[in-house]
C-alpha cells in the first residue's frame, strides 16, 4: 500500500500542510531572508521554497481560463468551440479554488495572516471592482454602469469568494463531516432564487464545495493522482467528456457551468438544481483529477509565471471584455478553423505575458500593496524583533552602552 502510493521516478516532495497559507490564484512567492554569515538566528524559520507542480498547475489552469473566454463568443456558431468551452469550464475554476483551499490549511486568524488576507486579496478586489466599472463604463460607452462593491462585475467574484473562503477556514477545520455539509450547503442555494446578487452568494455557496476539498486534501492525494493508471485513464476520461459536452452542446445552456444562478433563475424546477450540482460536483473533481495528473512537476520555462496567475486573471479579463465591446468577433475569418486557432494561441500568449514578472513589477501596488501604515504592529512580531536585538548586534550594543 505504502509502495502504491509513490510516484515513478524522482518527483520534487509536494509542500507540507506548513508550507504556504497564499490562496490561487496567488500573486505572492513566499518570501525568505538570509542571516547574516555567523548570526545567531534562534528564530529563524526554514526557507520555504515554491513547489514547481503547484506553480504549473496554476498557470496551465490560466491559460484554460484565457482560453475560455476566447472562445465564448465562437461557441454560438461553432459546435465544437462550445464542446471546448463547456469541458474546460467544468473543471479549471474548481482546480484554482481546490489550490486554494488546499494552501489554506494552516490558515488561522493569526494577525500576519489577516493583514495579508486583506492586503492581497480584500484590497485588489476593491482597485479592480472599481476600474473594472470605469472600463465598461468608457469602452462600452454606458457612463450610467454603476460602482457597487457589493456586486462583482466580471472576474473580481473570485476575489470575493476566496475572502468568505479564507474567513471560514477554522469552522471547516473543526467540523466533522466538510465536505458534505459544504456540498448541502451548494445544493441549498442552487435551489434559493431569494440569495440575490450581493456578493455574487450563488457563486461563493455553490463553489464552496471544491474550496472544502482542498482542504482536506493532502500531500498524498496528489501523489495518487500523479499514478501512471490515472495518467493513461485521463485520457478516454477526457475523450468521453469532449463526446459528452458535443452531444450536450445544442440541448443545455453552458450558464449551469457559471454556478451563479439557481435552477429557477435558469427556467428549469427546483430539483433540477439538486441533480446538476450533484452531477457537476462529480464531472468536476474527475476532470480535475485528470487535468493535475498531467501537470509536469519539474519545473518548466512556464514554472516562474505560477507566481503572477492573479495578475493574469486579472488583467486580461479587460480584453477579453473590450474584445466584446469593441467588435473583434465581428469578422467572418474568425468563425472559420485557423481564425478559432488563432483566437486560442493569441489568448493563450496575452495570458502569459500578464504573467510575466516585469508586468507583476508594475501592478505591484495594486496587487500586493504591503499598507504598513495601515496596521498596528503584532505584540509577537514585536517581540520576536527585540528578541533578534539581543543577538551578536543587540550586544555589541549593549557593551557600547555598559
Same mark, same amino acid.
Given at each position: ?13 509536494? =509542500? ?28 529563524a524559520r526554514p526557507v520555504k521554497q515554491r513547489d514547481a507542480f503547484f506553480d504549473n498547475a496554476k498557470y496551465l489552469a490560466i ?15 461553432? !459546435? ?17 479554488? &481546490? ?14 495572516? #489577516? !493583514? ?35 456586486? =462583482? ?15 471560514t477556514t477554522p469552522l471547516w477545520k473543526v467540523a466533522r463531516w466538510p465536505v458534505p455539509i459544504a456540498l448541502g450547503i451548494a445544493?441549498?442555494?442552487?435551489? $434559493? ?30 501523489? #495518487? ?10 485520457? =478516454? ?16 445552456? $453552458? ?31 474527475? #476532470? ?16 516562474? &509565471? ?12 479587460? &480584453? ?24 486560442? &494561441? ?7 505575458? #500578464?504573467?510575466? =514578472? ?11 500593496? /504591503? ?23 543587540? /550586544? ?7
Open positions: 500500500m505504502t509502495n502504491s502510493l509513490r510516484p515513478h521516478g524522482p518527483r520534487a516532495p509536494l =509542500p507540507s500542510a506548513q508550507q504556504s497559507t497564499d490562496g490561487v490564484p496567488s500573486p505572492r512567492s513566499p518570501h525568505t531572508t538570509r542571516p547574516a554569515p555567523g548570526a545567531a538566528a534562534p528564530d491559460v484554460l481560463v484565457a482560453m475560455g473566454h476566447a472562445w465564448q463568443p465562437l461557441s454560438d456558431q461553432s !459546435r465544437a468551440a462550445e464542446a471546448l468551452y463547456m469541458v474546460v469550464y467544468t473543471f479549471h475554476m474548481p482546480a484554482f479554488i &481546490l489550490i486554494s483551499g488546499y494552501f489554506s490549511r494552516s490558515f488561522d486568524m493569526r494577525p500576519d495572516r #489577516l !493583514r495579508r488576507l486583506v492586503t492581497g486579496v480584500a484590497v485588489p478586489y476593491v482597485l479592480f471592482e472599481v476600474a473594472y466599472s470605469l472600463f465598461k463604463g468608457w469602452a462600452d460607452d454606458d457612463p450610467g454602469h454603476p460602482i457597487s462593491l457589493l456586486d =462583482p462585475w466580471y472576474l473580481t467574484w473570485f476575489l470575493v469568494a476566496l475572502f468568505v473562503w479564507r474567513m445544493v441549498l442555494a442552487s435551489v $434559493s432564487p431569494d440569495i440575490g446578487d450581493d456578493l455574487d452568494l450563488q457563486r461563493v455557496l455553490q463553489f464552496l464545495p471544491f474550496f472544502v476539498v482542498g482542504l482536506c486534501m493532502k500531500p498524498e492525494h496528489f501523489q #495518487l493522482m500523479r499514478r501512471r493508471e490515472v495518467r493513461i485513464l485521463s485520457v =478516454p476520461v477526457f475523450a468521453i467528456a469532449l463526446a459528452v459536452a458535443y452531444w450536450a452542446g445544442p440541448r443545455m445552456t $453552458s450558464a449551469w457551468f457559471y454556478h451563479r444562478d439557481s435552477a429557477q433563475e435558469l427556467g428549469s424546477p427546483w430539483w433540477a438544481g439538486v441533480v446538476m450540482t450533484l452531477a457537476l460536483f462529480g464531472c468536476s473533481m474527475v #476532470l480535475t483529477a485528470c487535468f493535475f495528473s498531467w501537470v509536469p512537476r519539474r519545473r518548466m520555462w512556464f514554472t516562474v &509565471l505560477g507566481a503572477g496567475t492573479l495578475y493574469g486573471y486579472l488583467l486580461h479579463g479587460f &480584453l477579453a471584455k473590450g474584445s466584446r465591446f469593441w467588435d473583434w468577433y465581428d469578422h467572418s475569418w474568425v468563425y472559420q478553423p485557423l481564425g478559432e486557432v488563432a483566437v486560442t &494561441l493569441v489568448a493563450a500568449a496575452v495570458v502569459t505575458v #500578464l504573467c510575466t =514578472p516585469p508586468v507583476q513589477r508594475m501592478f505591484r501596488f495594486a496587487m500586493e500593496p /504591503k499598507m504598513e501604515w495601515a496596521f498596528k504592529r503584532d505584540a509577537m512580531e514585536l517581540a520576536r524583533e527585540r528578541g533578534k536585538g539581543g543577538g551578536p548586534g543587540g /550586544k555589541g550594543k549593549a557593551d557600547a552602552k555598559a
